[in-house]
């Protein structure tokens, strides 16, 4: 249930992150509210995955994935420059995400 948990938080920060985005600097009304939504429920959900995993593995997860998949949106969504530093370093991330999750597996 945990990691359920965790699924929502990260989802509902990339929906804040992305939001924030588009509320043009807190001038588009409806994202801001969106962005505000989306920050509340996901530290709600990540403040109940904290109940039963490490906050090493869950802030690491949380923030990683936030940041791979805002990337990723950012990049096909959004129409950011996409090369091969960025799509390396995202690769990176997703790499990272997965090794401190293995670790915390292996002890």
Known sequence: MYWLFMVGAILFEVVG???LKLSE???QYLYVGIT???YVNSFALLGMALKGLPVSV???IWSG???ALVAMIGIVILGEE???MKVASIGL???G???ISLADKAS
Do not use: E, H, L, Q
Request: hydrophobic content about 60%.
């Open 25 to 27: 600097g807190f001038t």
């Open 65 to 67: 994935a936030g940041t």
């Open 97 to 99: 995400v997965i090794g």
């Open 93 to 95: 991330v997703i790499i």
């Open 17 to 19: 992150t992305v939001s």
């Open 82 to 84: 996409a090369n091969v």
């Open 36 to 38: 505000v939504v989306g």
């Open 58 to 60: 869950v802030y690491a």
